[in-house]
């Protein structure tokens, strides 16, 4: 699959925040949206995951060997946003397991993603219980107990400590290597060891420019 965005313009309180963006994703492949306070991260993302819609341009999944976009594409992508959207009153494993089942198509099951964060054993545990590292950490998990290919993750290490930063850079390393595609908006690197170029792209919107890892902006 190609993830295609084509001149696409977004607004915040009917006023333009970035315009014209154009670029694209292949498999296995991870863009990085920076840019300061304002410029749009959020609006982008929100507008690419489908829950805003763009003032003009387009949003295109496109299958290999066909044409035609495949519609609609948010069905295809996670998106992990600031907050969390755990329901504090409710378990660890009855969260997981409602977004399990929301989200269909199950790929591990919410032990096993539970170890991949390293939170083994915490399933009983209420949400409400948890520290905003760990409430993070189950956030993340929900991209690991239900397959889409597509990753749209909003400063998705907030609130983590450096050991729990190095384990998600491993969960994108995995999701790309299996040819998943990750959208991410953050003010740091996702430390993603990558010896491909192309694999890495940035996009700064304070400059509304597409660049390839060697040229990353400052």
């Not at 999944?61 to 609609?72: A, K, R, T």
């Not at 660890?92 to 170890?115: H, K, R, T, Y």
């Not at 907030?158 to 930063?165: F, V």
């Not at 010896?195 to 940035?202: A, G, H, R, V, W």
């Amino acid at each position: 699959m190609k993830l295609v965005i084509e001149n696409l313009n977004g607004e915040r309180s009917g006023q333009p925040i970035f315009s014209s963006l154009n670029f694209s994703l292949e498999e296995g492949q991870a863009l990085v949206v920076t840019g300061s306070n304002g410029s749009g991260k959020s609006t982008l993302l929100r507008v690419i995951a489908g829950l805003l819609n763009a003032s003009d341009g387009s949003v295109l999944l496109i299958d290999s060997g066909q044409d035609e976009g495949v519609s609609p594409p948010h069905e295809y992508m996670h998106y992990l946003g600031h907050q969390n959207a755990l329901k504090l009153a409710l378990s660890v494993e009855e969260n997981l397991n409602f977004w399990q089942e929301f989200c269909g198509i199950p790929l591990i099951g919410i032990s096993e993603a539970l170890v991949k964060v390293g939170l083994p054993g915490i399933e009983h545990l209420p949400a409400a219980y948890l520290s905003a590292g760990q409430k993070r950490r189950v956030s993340i998990a929900k991209l690991l107990v239900s397959y889409k290919p597509i990753w749209v993750v909003d400063e998705p290490t907030s609130a983590l400590d450096k050991a729990s930063e190095v384990l998600f850079a491993k969960l994108i390393e995995e999701h790309l290597s299996s040819g998943g595609m990750v959208i991410a908006a953050t003010h740091q690197s996702l430390g993603i060891d990558s010896d491909n170029n192309e694999q890495i792209k940035t996009l700064n919107l304070d400059k509304n420019r597409l660049s390839s890892k060697e040229q990353l902006v400052d």
